[in-house]
């Protein structure tokens, strides 16, 4: 393998890899702390995390955070990432140095993937993490007599703590720096696994490691190589009978074999019978087939509670200080179009904004204390049986959970399902999980007609209804998918295979790493999305067509000259129906038939168009409606709250509002979801089914809520 060239005044470029829950997030984490940045791999839509650190010299590095990975025979999108990168087969990413992170307390499976990147001879730092574990399973290791076996650095450190950070990082720069070192000998014979095959492929590419040509054989049809190369490493393959599958069957025979012998000089291990451990006794209640289900369903009403109880304070203080700056404004700005774009909209909109900051900083700390604790995964492997019912399996039921979150990276995760039947089921379904994106809409028609008042003197009615219609979501997930995988023909064998971490407390810095980190993608994405609309919903519900907008205001004027003392109360009457009839009353008012049935307004049905493009965006659209109709200093909810049809009866009765609230539960309103359904799908026939399906069950369902609590 070619070792980089470490070139002066130029970045070091550090690859971070690792087995999947080998400590690898934790340990990015604590390098890089805020600084991180989030994108794609080039040509991929697997994400990428980099950032750049400060190393001890003063000097800067860019580490990238490769996805983890078992080996070097890849099976998903986002293992084939890091795997071109470590062979590198990447013409976009190149690494300086490997910094392998290793599992203490699964040494035996994480040394399989260490000992095939030693044998690639390139750069590479050994760091053992979950030590800390490896020590109550009674698991001592001689690391240097480790680091003599595998023939490069190891250190020990706790990526959950920032001790040991700066000798990594000497440890790092040191190997970076020993690139024209001797390359040590191969951990196994690997080119006797193919010694012809091997030494015409290193002619072809004289700078590969024996082990690096053997997987030029296996899977060069994926490297970036000329057409000449391609069919000459073909006809090599033909000469020797290369037999890819046998190769690596007793590749991986021997690297264990090797790993055995490793483990018995320099690594004690506890005797098997002795008593379970911690992790395996919480196991037998967490994963019992009904205590289990028991625990999952508290777990999730707990989240759900404290997702209103703790935010309703800070929403509070925000809600009074958006309030206090609109009436400032008001009372100190004159009256003009500029002033009344300021307060109506731009004012407006960014309180529709802000107000769910605390909200969506709420679920997404939670969420994380769930993965943190290794709790996430046993939630998997306690549903696959009911997954398999409904024709999904237990790995489906991540996406689905990261659903709750977003649905686009939800959808994109679904890549780590193998069979494509489920894969398929579980993207068309995962939409139908609540996002943090409805949160908003169900806070604010929560409040509305649901009293702040608590059952049995400690569980809040409000908590409730929101747990329930997270459950609605899922439950409807789940009877959708049972139906239509009657009618995917696609026969494939179902596997599920998982990891159970063990147990451990939540890493509180990567709490709050990720609730800062969601909080600024909701108000910088979600936020520019709500701005713009906003904005444009200011222009089209403050201006109309001239005829009729100078109609209504010749009639007010007549009147409020007849009548001085009822002035206030006709310049309310002329803001409501200037509104009706501007360009954004004038939509409304074509779409009100269709949705009546609903118990909608024509308002409500200008939030459902606007919100297709964001869901959060229906608060957004109600501010500034209201705010133009009635520019005086009551908030959004007690604006909507009075808020009347024709008749003088409430807009947002108890049935009206839950029929809403069942709407967003189950429509397909996000542009973005669908993008991604058609890029993962690579054809438009599954997203138009999924926009299709999913409005009118929307429309059906919401109907008939309507109808029953009329």
């Keep these: 393998m070619a070792l980089p060239k470490i070139v002066a005044n130029k970045n070091l470029h550090i690859a971070l890899v690792g087995n999947p829950n080998s400590g690898k997030t934790t340990l990015f984490n604590t390098l890089t702390g805020l600084n991180q940045k989030v994108g794609n791999f080039p040509g991929v839509t697997v994400d990428k995390k980099t950032a750049t650190i400060s190393m001890e010299d003063g000097s800067k590095a860019e580490l990238i955070d490769l996805p983890g990975t078992y080996s070097l025979y890849p099976r998903r999108a986002d293992e084939w990432v890091a795997y071109k990168v470590l062979i590198d087969a990447d013409k976009d990413i190149k690494a300086d140095v490997i910094l392998l992170l290793v599992d203490a307390s699964n040494l035996k499976r994480n040394l399989l993937f260490c000992s095939q990147i030693t044998d690639l001879k390139i750069p590479v730092v050994v760091a053992l993490t979950m030590n800390d574990i490896a020590a109550k399973k009674g698991i001592r290791i001689n690391v240097q007599g480790l680091a003599i076996a595998l023939g490069v650095p190891v250190i020990e450190i706790s990526p959950r703590k920032s001790k040991d950070v700066s000798q990594l990082k000497k440890i790092i720069a040191t190997t970076a720096q020993q690139h024209k070192r001797a390359a ?137 200080a958006f309030k ?159 139906v239509m995988k009657w009618f995917i023909n696609i026969k494939e064998k179902s596997f599920f295979i998982l990891e159970l971490p063990i147990y451990r407390a939540p890493r509180w810095n990567n709490v709050g790493i990720t609730m800062v980190e969601k909080a600024k993608i909701f108000v910088r994405d979600a936020g520019k999305v709500i701005m713009v609309i906003s904005l444009l919903l200011w222009f089209l519900s403050s201006y109309g067509p001239g005829s009729r907008m100078k109609k209504v205001e010749e009639k007010y004027a007549i009147l409020i000259q007849q009548n001085i003392a009822a002035k206030d109360s006709l310049q309310r009457q002329l803001s409501s129906e200037k509104l009706q009839n501007s360009y954004a009353g004038l939509l409304g008012k074509v779409i009100e038939p269709a949705i009546k049935p609903l118990g909608y307004d024509w308002k409500i049905g200008i939030a459902l168009i606007t919100s297709f493009a964001a869901r959060e965006v229906f608060v957004g659209t109600m501010a500034t409606l209201y705010s133009v109709e009635d520019n005086d200093d009551t908030s959004l909810r007690e604006k909507m709250k009075a808020a009347t049809h024709k008749d003088g009866t409430k807009v947002y009765t108890l049935p009206a509002a839950l029929s809403l609230m069942v709407f967003y539960v189950l429509a397909m309103q996000c542009m973005s979801t669908l993008a991604v359904v058609k890029r993962e799908t690579r054809t438009w026939k599954w997203p138009v089914f999924q926009f299709v399906y999913m409005t009118v069950l929307a429309y059906s369902m919401s109907w008939l809520t309507y109808v029953i609590f009329k």
């Design 184 to 320: 040590g000998p191969d951990f196994i014979d690997n080119k006797g696994l193919c010694a012809t095959g091997v030494e015409s492929v290193q002619k072809l590419f004289p700078h590969l490691s024996e082990y690096a040509a053997i997987h030029y054989l296996i899977n060069h049809e994926e490297f970036p190589l000329s057409h000449v190369q391609q069919e000459a490493i073909e006809q090599i393959e033909l000469d020797t009978k290369f037999n890819p599958t046998k190769t690596q069957a007793e590749e991986v025979m021997q690297r264990y074999q090797r790993i055995r012998q490793i483990m018995q000089h320099n690594v004690i291990e506890p005797d098997p019978m002795e008593r379970k451990m911690f992790t395996e006794k919480l196991d037998n209640l967490l994963l019992h087939r009904v205590w289990g289900y028991l625990v999952l369903l508290s777990v999730l009403f707990v989240l759900f509670q404290s997702v209103f109880w703790i935010a309703s304070y800070p929403m509070d203080w925000i809600e009074s």
């Design 324 to 482: 206090q700056i609109g009436n400032g404004l008001n009372n100190s700005l004159p009256e003009a179009w500029w002033s009344n774009l300021l307060i109506n909209g731009v004012i407006a909109g960014l309180g529709g904004i802000v107000i769910f900051v605390p909200q969506i900083m709420i679920l997404f700390g939670l969420i994380t204390i769930l993965e943190d604790t290794g709790y996430m995964a046993r939630i998997s492997f306690l549903s696959d049986r009911l997954m398999r019912k409904v024709g999904l399996n237990g790995k489906s039921v991540m996406p689905m959970i990261s659903g709750f979150a977003c649905a686009v990276p939800a959808i994109m995760s679904t890549r780590n399902i193998e069979n494509r039947k489920e894969r398929l089921l579980t993207i068309l379904i995962t939409p139908l999980m609540s996002c943090s994106a409805r949160l908003p809409v169900y806070t604010i028609l929560i409040s509305l007609v649901i009293p702040s008042t608590h059952v049995w003197g400690f569980l809040s009615l409000q908590g409730l209804v929101m747990m329930a219609l997270y459950l609605l979501g899922t439950v409807m997930a789940l009877v959708v998918s049972y």
